[in-house]
């Protein structure tokens, strides 16, 4: 199994730009999350989604959009990209069965910086 | 506020030698309390986890322990190797009516130098 697959690695936008991230996992997950992580502060919750057709916002939604049409793929959308929005983002996804106890299955994360 | 505090923030040893890392957390209702491993460039993944009922856990040669009383946990490292060179994150889970909040902590960076 591939697991958590995030396409792409690096990338580097201009003030405005729009962007999608890709997110794709392959372990019939109902649950997936996309993370950032800055400098000196804990993995920050952006939006989730407990199923397809299901999304909800986390702690920092702001300038951040998602669908869930399918249970294997979770895009993360930049709308107008801003300087604060460089950061490396990750994607995770969790068993639905296992709840609270099920680990987070991360992928090796998009590093983002815009210009 | 749901708090994670992790200590060191850094740390530095050689090859070989013991650490142990410390949680504090300030989270409830206390569900769960997860350490993940980061590698530089990579996603974090699952060492161990420890549920409101564990004192101590092992996964080869990192053992984690729980004091529920004081709100604490470490993680412990034994005969360190150059591949346990990374970020160890603490991870709090939190029951909140229908829906389990996590809090991440920063992050130890462990260096092991040969």
């Known amino acids: 199994n591939a697991g958590v697959t995030q396409t792409p690695k690096f990338q580097v936008l201009k003030t405005g730009q729009s962007m999608t991230l890709q997110c794709a996992q392959d372990?019939?997950?109902?649950?997936m999350s996309w993370y950032r992580q800055d400098p000196g502060m804990g993995l920050r919750l952006i939006h989730y989604s407990v199923g397809a057709g299901i999304t909800d916002q986390g702690e920092v939604p702001n300038g951040y959009n998602v669908s869930r049409s399918t249970t294997e793929d979770f895009p993360l959308r930049l709308l107008s990209a801003a300087p604060s929005q460089t950061s490396v983002y990750f994607c995770?996804?969790?068993?639905?069965?296992?709840?609270?106890?099920?680990?987070?299955?991360f992928g090796n994360g998009t590093r983002l910086t815009v210009t | 506020k749901n708090q994670v505090e992790q200590s060191p923030q850094s740390l530095i040893i050689l090859e070989g030698k013991n650490c142990t890392l410390q949680?504090?957390?300030?989270?409830?209702?206390?569900?769960?309390l997860r350490w993940y491993k980061q590698d530089t460039g990579r996603g974090p993944v699952s060492l161990t986890i420890?549920?409101?009922?564990?004192n101590t856990k092992s996964n080869g040669r990192y053992t984690a322990t729980l004091d529920a009383d004081t709100k604490q946990s470490s993680l412990h490292i034994t005969a360190s190797q150059l591949s346990d060179s990374a970020s160890y994150i603490c991870v709090v889970s939190a029951y909140g009516g229908s829906n389990y909040k996590l809090t991440f902590g920063k992050g130890t960076l462990l260096t092991v130098n040969p």
């Open positions: 995770a996804s969790r068993s639905g069965t296992g709840g609270p106890n099920s680990p987070l299955h």
């Open positions: 420890m549920t409101f009922s564990e």
């Open positions: 372990m019939n997950h109902e649950y």
């Open positions: 949680c504090n957390y300030t989270v409830s209702p206390f569900s769960n």
